[in-house]
């Protein structure tokens, strides 16, 4: 696990180096924005997405200056989510990863428009030839992303996040609304190492099968840290969800279901990698991290 | 000019058919994202920049069901950007097209995410090959778009309006922050024509040309009319820039010269379209209609 953490850490690296070249500060007038993007998109976080993006492109040989390009602007667009979705009329929340969230440090204002900001920046940066000579995989790029995030995949759930306060779902519903929220986006980060690598079907379909599973079992893990993680490791406020009457994972399961229904997940999104042999292993690992990271 | 009042009409109704397809409601509990997406982006409104995009395919004999898909495209993302400039954080506004504004309809949350949903849906539209079978013309209008509307362009400039309101600003100030807030978006929605009907370098920085005169032909004609124009005619509060103490043309120009500059914006850009003969007659007149309407 160890050797992991520092495989992941030098990919954070990577991102970040990339994510802070494409958004330079300047003197313009409108810098703030500048400032706030940066702000909500380099404070961190342990980069699971872009991770995925490289580790996918990786197993098509992909070069790693065309895949850190998708992989920052995949993490645009979660971060772009993680601002608009601690605003005032949404969750209301005052702290991420252990800092002032995006409105309380630059005002609601600036908040909303860096979050619109960091969704247009993702895609002008998949269309950008610098992301790939072919015009076809750019284009795949754009069109896979905007599904992912959009009213079918993230905002999609984030709408049913919305809804879901007000009454009790049932596993199905949750299943649902936690696929669309987070699992569609962490299923884009690895189909795009594929796109990227202009994959066979097959390969395709493979990451996409992982990455469905790995999705789930990274929203029980959450759901779980929401129960028994620590505020301070975890960088946000817990209890969140029950004090919410929110159902998860957790409501609906119990933890210890729900632990074994993570693991189960996790085998079975290592299995749909067996066809890559040993350069899956860096996919795999990750999915062991994904259930035992403690924030 | 009734006559072109009928074609402004006739456009209008193409594009609101083809939204309206691009946004079927459906049964699924998060519905009422979609229904709100459809309730900004369906209410009427003059359609001037998709009328722009399809008049200038137009001008290549670009197939109009791609042309009307562009056209919507890019009107998502003005609607977008409305809904998202109407909230209590921005300039809460409770009107639009004589209509309570989105939030106020459907509460702060819905609304901040029907405008993200309106943005991503909108990339998705260009990259799909329904739009055009060249990947290279959809990858072209998603860097185009994105550009246009990202921190570079609108988002930027609706930054630099939140901070005019702090401070003073200049003419060449208020120009920039103008063009970008409004100019790049026009400007883009005639380049878009441009980049389907795959046109010449020439016939691209002539349309570039005109949509940059019209583009703040159009702010300026927009200051008059809040100073100027009827509450109900126009659909939306007046007198607003004034009540702010917002720099506008109008204030550092007065009114008459800023009507005549108006005019010469409008016939400059007029003059840059002479190269595609009558068949430029209907930009033409829509940059005559922009500095007449009453709303």
Not at 197 to 216: C, N, P, Q, S, V
Not at 232 to 255: N, R, Y
Request: aromatic share 4%; proline share 3%; hydrophobic share 45%.
């Amino acid at each position: 696990m160890t050797d992991f953490l520092k495989t992941l850490g030098a990919a954070a690296e990577d991102v970040n180096l990339t994510l802070e070249r494409m958004l330079e500060m300047h003197d313009d007038p409108e810098a703030p924005l500048i400032e706030a993007m940066r702000y909500s998109v380099l404070d961190g976080g342990k980069r699971i997405r872009p991770f995925l993006t490289v580790a996918a492109a990786d197993l098509f040989n992909v070069d790693k200056k065309r895949s850190l390009r998708v992989a920052a602007a995949i993490e645009m667009v979660h971060c772009y989510s993680l601002v608009h979705d601690d605003l005032p009329a949404m969750d209301d929340d005052e702290l991420r990863r252990g800092q002032p969230t995006c409105h309380v440090k630059f005002g609601e204002a600036t908040a909303i428009l860096a979050g619109d900001a960091l969704l247009t920046k993702a895609f002008e940066v998949l269309a950008d030839d610098k992301t790939h000579t072919d015009p076809h995989v750019r284009s795949d790029l754009v069109l896979a992303l905007a599904r992912a995030a959009g009213p079918e995949g993230m905002v999609g759930g984030q709408m049913l996040d919305l809804i879901a306060e007000e009454g009790d779902l049932n596993m199905p519903e949750i299943t649902r609304l936690q696929r669309m929220k987070t699992g569609m986006l962490i299923a884009v980060s690895c189909e795009a190492g594929a796109i990227l690598g202009k994959a066979t079907d097959g390969a395709r379909h493979a990451l996409h099968a992982y990455a469905h599973d790995l999705g789930l079992a990274f929203q029980i893990a959450d759901d779980l840290l929401d129960v028994e993680g620590d505020e301070k490791t975890v960088g946000k406020k817990t209890g969140k969800d029950e004090e919410a009457g929110k159902a998860t994972f957790v409501s609906l399961l119990g933890v210890k279901r729900a632990r074994e229904q993570a693991r189960l997940l996790v085998d079975q999104a290592c299995e749909h990698l067996d066809l890559f042999g040993e350069k899956g292993d860096s996919l795999k690992n990750m999915a062991e991290f994904v259930i035992n990271r403690q924030a």
